[in-house]
């Protein structure tokens, strides 16, 4: 039991058990730290944690070209659908089963939308897979049922925004994951755009393995 873990980039994260794959938010296309073309994309599930476009991102073409379900807030599927792209439909505090595992949304203090569209709640997305369970914050503020978020699906791996302005900066999300308390942390979200904060320079989190991604690498977890 285990999984591989792709960086795409942003936010971007492939998930692999070696039967399954599962994209998170796949943002390619005008991602100028991007490694992969949204064709190279071979997947049979995509999580969307929100709408905006860095994160909805190249969905829409990955999708159809795999035949891939999307697991979204209700409002993102029902955008999908119009598509003709299936989907598992989602909201914070519910947890859907999948063929790979599960999937289960959280909340994510945010916003949501996608070329003026309201895409419902923002999330933050836990998927279970291979024995792993991954929680992917989204984009978020801090808050402080991260606490207990961290006891219910108690993560192996935390994929965490830590670029400031539009989520947490090191320091907060630091102290987020010191309330999660996965086993790993990955910060995110940082780097792609001069508002971004350029590294995770300042995210320490105590008695947490800090695990910093290259866009187009892949690490094993088991
Ligand atoms: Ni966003
Ligand atoms: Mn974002």
Known sequence: MGISITFLGHAGFLLGDGTHTVAIDPFLTGNPV????????????????HGH????????AIAKA?????????????????QEIKGEPGNPGGKITADFGWVAFTQAVHSSSYDGRYMGMPCGAVVHMGGVTVYHLGDT???????????????????????DRFTMGPELATRAVEMIKPKVAVPMHFGTWPLLLPNATGFEPKGVEVKEMEPGETWQFS
Do not use: R, W
């Not at 991007?34 to 944690?49: F, G, N, R, Y």
């Open 34 to 49: 991007a490694t992969m073309k949204p064709d190279e994309v071979k997947c049979q599930s995509i999580v969307l944690t």
């Open 53 to 60: 476009a860095d994160h909805l991102g190249d969905t829409v």
């Open 66 to 82: 795999n035949d891939a379900t999307v697991f979204g807030a209700f409002e993102i599927v029902e955008y999908m659908g119009e």
């Open 141 to 163: 503020g801090i808050f402080g049922d991260m606490k207990l978020l961290g006891e219910i699906y108690q993560p192996d791996i935390a994929l965490v925004p830590t670029g």
